[in-house]
């Protein structure tokens, strides 16, 4: 009896040392903060196994979302710190130094152009925050054809005061399954990204490809560097001073916007780009009847 009891403890001891040591890398990880630890176990195929593995994939996303954030955190106070300064040193200096009016309206219009990047900053990051936290969208049948019909007629006059030649291509009655708030965002920032960087000339199309729609825009302008293409979808990210127009520069979350809102629509995005040629995205929707 004794040695039955002691086999049977040795046993369900062995049988448990993962379940010990998941309970161990949770308390370290909950103690010290550290999301790269990890449970490290023998190979096996059994139901404890497969819960440290699928405890390690969990850590593994956890991971790489606060390191995301972290980066997003320290991203959003660079960007940020430049205006804040700039408004400071304006400010102070108006205050000891302007004696005349003209010098006064020279340092409030510095002033309002900062506080004016920094509210479109902000606009923008909570326009990504609430795509990304928003998990059910309300799909429904949209003509897109007719939409983006509409949101290139709204850009007429902007596109010809910019002396940009837009050459379009719509084929007549596309329908997808899409929220329309949504897509008029993807639009607005695709078209938007187009006009930053073309030279002159903006070309707009809109076909069926078998099940699929397929729309897209290209540009003229410099183009985007080979190892650039997979990078320019992460947030705050900007190819180089070279491609952005001063006037124009933005803050590298407009295409981030444009991945997330093609995610939730199961649709897909590319891009295609020659050097000093320029760029065009190609998305694809599926289409619905």
Known sequence: LLIIIY???????????????????ASEIQKNG????????????????????????MLNSLENSYIREKQFSSDVSHELRTPVSVILTESQYSLEYADTLEEA?????????????????????????KIEKQTVFELQKLNFSETMKKILEDYKNLLSEKNI??????????FINADKVMIERLLDN????AMK????KINVKLYSENENCVM??????????????????????????SRNKKVNKGFGLGLSLV?????QHNASIDVESKLNKGTKFIAKFIKTE
Do not use: C
């Open 259 to 263: 991945a997330k809102i093609i995610e």
């Open 197 to 200: 960087f073309t030279k002159d």
């Open 216 to 241: 897209e825009i290209e540009d003229n302008g410099i183009g985007i560097p080979e190892e650039d293409k997979n990078l320019i979808w992460g947030r705050f990210y900007q190819v180089n001073d």
């Open 34 to 57: 550290d999301f790269s630890k990890r449970i490290e176990i023998d190979e096996g195929k059994d139901e404890i196994h497969k819960m440290a593995n699928a405890f390690n994939e």
């Open 105 to 129: 309206k020279d340092s409030f219009s510095v002033i309002q152009r900062q506080a004016k990047r920094m509210s479109e900053l902000i606009n923008q990051i909570m326009e990504l925050s």
């Open 165 to 174: 030649k837009v050459s379009k291509n719509i084929e007549q009655n596309i």
């Open 190 to 193: 695709l078209l938007n990204n």
């Open 7 to 25: 086999g049977g403890y040795k046993i369900i001891k062995k049988a448990l040392n993962p379940v010990s040591k998941i309970s161990n890398t």
